[in-house]
């Protein structure tokens, strides 16, 4: 059978993306933070797959291996692919994974077709004052895009005056962030804001 270039939308897994709204606004953070807490506290197998062009993950598991043992023992909890593309995310597909979380980094218009193909999409991007204007440009460029009204919007620990600017703006809740060093480690204020997060994912329809 010919492979897919695109994510199947018939898929028994979840397929997540994560996107950003510019470098640096905490794709692969947030990415990491869900797969542990899908993994180790929902008990859910789950794949992280790396599109964001940046190997990031792949280097964190080197550094981990030779320096975090501990760390590096629930890090191989998750089933981690860098450098992924089209045909391995439809590789993924075929396996039995519950849960497959896309970091697709901030180039929208690369990998917008893979990103729509998700059935949840989760934009996150820093609304500090002097980096909102990311937010703005990114609301104005996909406010045409069918269906962005399902989207999640997230960012961390989020300036009070943006977060009331951007709600009154785009009629969108912010889902906060909190202050969490260390994906690995998740804290009580993490569990409870991905707890509350993925109870968006079901929202509206049964599990």
């Not at 995310?89 to 690369?110: C, T």
């Not at 917008?112 to 609301?139: A, D, R, T």
């Not at 620990?157 to 690995?184: A, H, M």
Request: some cysteine.
């Amino acid at each position: 059978m010919k492979k897919l270039d695109i994510i199947k939308k018939d898929s028994a897994s979840t397929t997540i993306g994560v996107l950003g709204t510019a470098h640096g606004a905490g794709v692969t953070h947030l990415s990491l933070m869900l797969a542990v807490f899908m993994a180790l506290v929902m008990g859910k197998s789950v794949a992280l797959a790396d599109m964001s062009g940046t190997d990031c993950l792949r280097q964190a598991g080197i550094m981990l291996k030779n320096n975090f043992r501990r760390k590096s023992k629930i890090f191989k909890m998750i089933s981690i692919y860098g450098q992924a593309d089209a045909s391995l995310l439809s590789e993924l597909m075929s396996e039995n994974f519950e849960y497959i979380i896309v970091d697709f980094g901030a180039d929208y218009q690369k990998n917008h077709g893979q990103f729509l193909m998700c059935k949840v999409k989760l934009i996150v991007g820093n609304l500090s004052l002097w980096k909102i204007h990311y937010y703005v440009e990114f609301m104005a460029m996909t406010s045409t895009v069918k269906g962005m009204d399902k989207w999640i919007y997230i960012s961390p620990y989020p300036d009070p005056d943006s977060e009331k600017y951007f709600r009154k703006n785009f009629g969108k809740e912010i889902l906060p962030v909190p202050c969490t060093p260390d994906p690995l480690h998740l804290g009580a204020d993490s569990m409870d804001f991905l707890q509350k997060l993925v109870s968006r994912f079901y929202k509206g329809r049964r599990r």
